[in-house]
């Protein structure tokens, strides 16, 4: 490998720049979108740059590669749901994560040829390398298949689990400090495979709620990667880059974390103290409400205030538009009306967001949890509409659940409370709601754009 | 300095300031943040390119094919799907002042 010249190294510089000044970007509205396309073009010019400096082989194939893989990722891009999201993020970071693996396998067959002399560190950040890459690859394909109702969402468990996966940890740990004193493919490898099984066995006891949380983790694990991969290649832009993905990524996953009043060890080990699996599946025949179109369009028509808790079965149900059409015509009646859009509605925290952007909803209309919590006391109607976990008071009053301690939006203090419901079936999380067999609760059984376009023309009729 | 420490100072710094320029994200922003963040450790792609470029047998050069293949989703698709999040925050502004009377646009 030549050195690299310094009008390159500028170069990178410059880059590394751009990718600050887009995390910076992303994370006030008004200038996201420019930080966006300000990190996508220091990442373009940072790869076109090598061409014209590294003196490499094999460009042709490498240029057919790039070109698959971008018509593949610009596909996946176009064509996903605003509802699959959260998949498509999880899937993108394990590809990342993979490439990241398999970077550093090539460069440790490198290191092992005879003669080289790569150093203590760099050995030590290729088994980093290897192991956090290949995990966050697996955790983040066990986390796509959760997402995709592919595989259950509820935690999965099995006796032994906790002993294999410190096991897994440990022999990570010990292969990559032999590593470091013969270093081999073989132990790379194996490395890789142990990698892999750690990432499944970290993601396969998250409970369905927390998974979000999980694939903001396994990005950081790869902005890590990534960044060790830099000082083995000498990198500085590969380093700052991932670095900053890796620091970023964990401050995120804490505040995405106290969003829901959890700890990150809780989310990723909570299920292993057992206990959480609180009505694990079973259905309650308890006697509910349940009212018609017309009975929920009169609650609402002569209501003064209303609050709509959207819920991740509203976007399912492809229902926003008419959910905002519905709104609008309360507003007309004289209804205030607003939305409360709880941090982690939706599967991903700010999802909801992005959903109801998506229907056009306005802006003014959205409120955050800790603006209108305390206007429930004075709200005459709650609709929620497929939300479950959000509003479900178990989270403040049954220290067993698994959303124990989550902050939740208090729907419950409003004088009557509106459920559009599909089924019985209860949320994400798994766990029964008591909301719903509240005397001031009806439920709305039903498809969500189905009940909201009947309730619609109820309240058009009023 | 030895050259291991100067790697060091940039790492620690770069966790400094990763922290820092996203500490007043709002909720609001997290999906996007997120993704944007993934589309950047994308640029592994380099790395990958870098090890292609200079791969010694054939099972070195597809090996780093399947990586280069994977590093561009990551940061291609990343950079993208960003983009089409972010376009829905922006697009909304229009509609908001009008939101009372203009009823067309939902069912379109």
């Known amino acids: ?462 | 300095m030895s050259e291991a420490v100067v790697w060091l100072t940039i790492f620690v710094l770069s966790v400094f300031v990763g922290i820092e320029v996203i500490s007043k994200v709002s909720s609001t922003l997290h999906t996007p943040l997120m993704s944007g963040a993934n589309a950047i450790h994308g640029i592994i792609l380099l790395g990958a390119i870098l090890v292609t470029g200079y791969a010694e047998s054939t099972v070195q050069l597809v090996v780093g094919l399947i990586a280069v293949v994977m590093a561009t989703v990551n940061m291609v698709g990343g950079f993208v799907v960003t983009d089409r999040m972010l376009q829905m925050f922006t697009r909304k502004k229009k509609p908001a002042k009008s939101a009372g009377t203009d009823q067309s646009g939902a069912a379109a």
């Open chain 1, 1 to 462: 490998m030549i050195d690299t010249p310094v009008w390159v190294q500028l170069v990178y510089l410059a880059a590394a720049v751009f990718f600050i000044l887009a995390l910076k970007g992303l994370s006030s509205p008004k200038h996201a979108r420019t930080g966006n396309l300000l990190g996508a073009i220091g990442a373009t010019v940072a790869v076109v740059v090598v061409f014209f400096y590294a003196e490499l082989d094999n460009v042709v194939p490498i240029l057919v590669a790039i070109v698959i893989g971008s018509i593949a990722g610009v596909l996946g891009a176009q064509r996903v749901q605003m509802t699959q999201m959260p998949q498509l993020v999880a899937l993108f970071n394990g590809v990342g994560g993979g490439a990241a693996a398999l970077v550093a396998l090539l460069e440790l067959a490198d290191m092992t040829e005879p003669g080289h002399d790569p150093g203590t560190f760099a050995l030590i950040a290729t088994a980093f390398t290897i192991v956090v890459g290949s995990g966050a690859f697996s955790g983040s394909v066990v986390t796509f298949a959760k997402l995709q109702e592919l595989m259950t969402s509820r935690p999965v468990l099995f006796p032994g689990l906790p002993v294999i996966f410190a096991l897994g940890v440990i022999a990570s740990v010990a292969l990559s400090v032999m590593t470091v004193w013969t270093p081999s493919m073989l132990i790379g490898i194996v490395l890789g495979l142990l990698g892999l099984l750690v990432g499944v066995l970290l993601v396969l006891p998250v409970g369905g709620a927390d998974v979000p949380i999980v694939i903001s983790l396994l990005n950081a694990g790869t902005g890590l990667a990534v960044a060790a991969s830099g000082y083995i290649l000498q990198n500085t832009v590969l380093l700052v880059g991932g670095t900053l993905v890796g620091a970023s990524g964990t401050f995120l996953t804490l505040l995405m974390a106290g969003a829901m009043g959890r700890s990150v060890a809780n989310i990723l080990f909570g299920a292993l103290k057992g206990g959480s699996t609180l009505g694990a599946g079973e259905t309650s025949d308890r006697p509910v409400r349940s009212g018609g179109p017309e009975d929920v369009a009169i609650l609402l028509g002569y209501a003064d205030k209303v609050i709509i808790v959207p819920g991740y079965g509203l976007a399912v149900a492809q229902a926003q538009h008419t959910l905002r059409e519905l709104v609008d015509v309360l507003t007309e009646r004289g209804t205030k009306v607003d939305y409360a859009i709880h941090p982690v509605a939706g599967r991903m925290p700010g999802h909801m967001n992005v959903l109801l952007a998506e229907a056009q909803v306005p802006y003014e209309q959205l409120k955050e949890m800790d603006d209108i919590n305390g206007e429930f006391k004075q709200t005459d109607v709650v609709l929620v509409v497929g939300a479950n976990d959000v509003v479900n008071p178990a989270a403040r009053t049954t220290p067993r659940a698994p959303i124990y301690g989550m902050p939740i939006l208090n729907a419950d203090e409003a004088r009557q409370v509106v459920f559009m419901k599909r089924s019985m079936r209860p949320g994400f999380a798994g766990i029964e709601n008591e909301l719903l067999f509240d005397p001031k609760t009806t439920l709305l059984f039903g498809d969500a754009k189905d009940s909201l376009g009947k309730l619609l023309s109820a309240v058009k009729g009023l």
